[in-house]
């Protein structure tokens, strides 16, 4: 069992390193071509693999949430006490803002810089209530089936989802906010930020609630009685 502060450093790098894979992975991109489908491809792909490797090195430590409607459906699954999701969340907060400022640094422009991009509207709301719902979903239909395979099943979850969602699937309050630090190709305008997170909570709810009744098995008392059966 890991403590408290080893859970909530290993929250804070798993959520720098991931965002700084974000936002490295777009200026990066974006840099190197003017074609958006190619730049979008170029940050799709270190995301997802970053994702596949983060997890499966710091999930022993502290589950690997790096997002805090994660930690949020923990806490109404009493996997993680009220106080220690907050700090979760936190701990993913800055950490995110911290990946921000390591991609600035790593290409050169300012520490911190809002962004301008738009991101608004109903169809960007619905497509992470979408994203944030099959990103939960995923999640616990692969404790509950595939647990050895969670990092790649988010990986590839998040690949795809990039793609097939309006919004490019933030899926992730803490990765919202620190995206909205950074004026580049992955960034989010502030003024955009409640809409997101609101839509993003929303989903992991629905999520939660979905997948409690669908992986909920029947217990032996409730199955027919076979027909065969002598009494």
């Keep these: 069992?890991?403590?408290?502060?080893?859970?909530?450093?290993?929250?804070?790098?798993?959520?720098?390193?991931?965002?700084?894979?974000?936002?490295?992975?777009?200026?990066?991109?974006?840099?190197?071509?003017?074609?958006?489908?190619?730049?979008?491809?170029?940050?799709?792909?270190?995301t997802g693999a970053?994702?596949?490797?983060?997890?499966?090195?710091?999930?022993?430590?502290?589950?690997?949430h790096f997002n805090p409607a994660v930690s949020l459906v923990f806490a109404f699954r009493r996997e993680l006490s009220a106080q220690e999701a907050i700090m979760y969340a936190l701990a993913q907060i800055v950490g995110g803002i911290v990946g921000t400022i390591a991609a600035h640094v790593m290409f050169a422009?300012?520490?911190?810089?809002?962004?301008?991009?738009?991101?608004t509207g109903g169809a960007q709301w619905f497509a992470e209530w979408v994203a944030t719902f099959?990103?939960?979903?995923?999640?616990?239909?692969?404790?509950?089936f595939a647990r050895a395979s969670v990092p790649w099943l988010v990986g590839l979850y998040i690949t795809a989802?990039?793609?097939?969602?309006?919004?490019?699937?933030?899926?992730?309050?803490?990765?919202?906010?620190?995206?909205?630090?950074t004026n580049t190709f992955?960034?989010?305008?502030?003024?955009?930020?409640?809409?997101?997170i609101a839509a993003q909570l929303l989903g992991a709810l629905c999520a939660l609630a979905f997948a409690g009744w669908l992986l909920r098995e029947q217990s032996?008392?409730?199955?027919?009685?076979?027909a065969e059966a002598k009494p």
């Design 134 to 144: 099959g990103l939960v979903f995923t999640i616990l239909a692969a404790l509950r």
């Design 1 to 46: 069992m890991f403590s408290l502060p080893q859970r909530l450093a290993a929250e804070a790098l798993g959520t720098g390193l991931l965002v700084a894979t974000v936002v490295g992975s777009g200026i990066m991109a974006s840099s190197l071509t003017q074609d958006t489908a190619l730049a979008l491809l170029g940050n799709t792909l270190p």
């Design 220 to 226: 032996d008392a409730t199955q027919p009685l076979n």
């Design 161 to 181: 989802a990039y793609w097939f969602t309006a919004s490019t699937s933030f899926a992730n309050p803490a990765v919202a906010i620190a995206r909205a630090f």
């Design 50 to 64: 970053i994702l596949v490797v983060l997890i499966t090195i710091l999930a022993p430590i502290s589950g690997a």
């Design 109 to 119: 422009l300012p520490l911190l810089d809002a962004s301008t991009k738009i991101r």
């Design 186 to 196: 992955a960034g989010i305008r502030p003024a955009d930020l409640p809409g997101f």
